[in-house]
């Protein structure tokens, strides 16, 4: 519900505990952020750059462009290998993203297929292969992190810093979004 009006019924489309704010989500971006000021200019800078015509066809140009990568990459499997279909789509929705929110391809499909086909042959070299880890690691990272929320949004503070397994897995996701802060 993307209504920038302030006599709406509805005017929080998600409820922001103190566990999301601990998490650093709730008042950045559009999706989570209940600050109607800053949601209402990031949705505005949003809506204008996602319009341009020129952007639109900038898009389908890089979809198309992403889809033949892709399909190189399936071409070059062969017929021995069995395709997992969501791990590629997720890596293409993910570039896809990156590259029209940032304008910078993230080769997270390059990254896919390397680390999982190639990485064990001699063809790249050392630089090439660290580039491939340290990219897969920031994909995972994206991941962890979005399937971190979880525990922030329904574990209370107490669950989460005192109960030992929980405690555990809230470590570890803070550690990482510490490290995804740091990568930008």
Known sequence: MNVSS???????????TEGLREYRIGTTGIINNIDPKSW???????TQAMMAPSFNNQAVEW???????????????????????????????NEMIFKISTGVKNNCMASYYYHTFVLESNDLDEKEKEKIKESENFIQS?????????????FNRFMRHYVPFIRGKVISLLKNRDFLDGKH
Not at 142 to 154: D, Q, V
Request: charged share 30%; hydrophobic share 40%.
């Open 40 to 46: 209402k200019y990031n949705r505005r800078f949003f």
């Open 6 to 16: 302030k006599k709406t019924k509805y005017p929080f489309r998600s409820l922001v």
């Open 63 to 93: 979809a198309n462009e992403l889809w033949t990568e892709m399909e190189s990459y399936w071409n070059e499997l062969g017929e021995n290998h069995e395709l997992d279909l969501i791990k590629w789509m997720q890596r293409f929705s």
């Open 142 to 154: 994206i991941e962890t992190f979005m399937r971190g929320a979880f525990y922030f949004f329904y």
